[in-house]
Nanobody, 124 residues
């Protein structure tokens, strides 16, 4: 069982930046692709970004491409989401996710482990 703990959420003005972190409990962190999803009030949870086990492949949703970047540090068992040029429509609870591949992580059904979520609010 892998436990994922997110941190770094908060309130930011439009145009600002935030960096989220996802710390994993397992030393087998590098066996998992990592990703981020988000869920806005009244909406379904949606894919944001994903990164392969060794960091060589990164995938992102059209809505965040060029603004959000996922990275990972396997030595620290941690994944990151750097969010720049934030917009009010980015307001959501952001969830860290682990799965077998970056491509699979584009689908909620393929997520093996979820974090508890961290709130991000972007004011206009």
């Amino acid at each position: 069982q892998v436990q994922l703990v997110e941190s770094g959420g908060g309130l930011v003005q439009a145009g600002g930046s935030l960096r989220l972190s996802c710390a994993a409990s397992e030393h087998t962190f590098d066996r998992y692709a990592m990703g981020w999803f988000r869920q806005a009030p009244g909406k379904e949870r949606e894919f944001v970004v994903a990164i392969s086990k060794n960091g060589g492949l990164r995938l992102s949703a059209d809505s965040v491409r060029g603004r959000f970047t996922i990275s990972r540090d396997n030595a620290k068992n941690t994944a990151y989401l750097q969010m720049n040029s934030l917009k009010p429509e980015d307001t959501a609870v952001y969830y860290c996710a682990a799965g077998s591949s970056a491509a699979d992580l584009k689908m909620k059904s393929e997520v093996s482990y979820w974090g508890q979520g961290t709130h991000v609010t972007v004011s206009s």
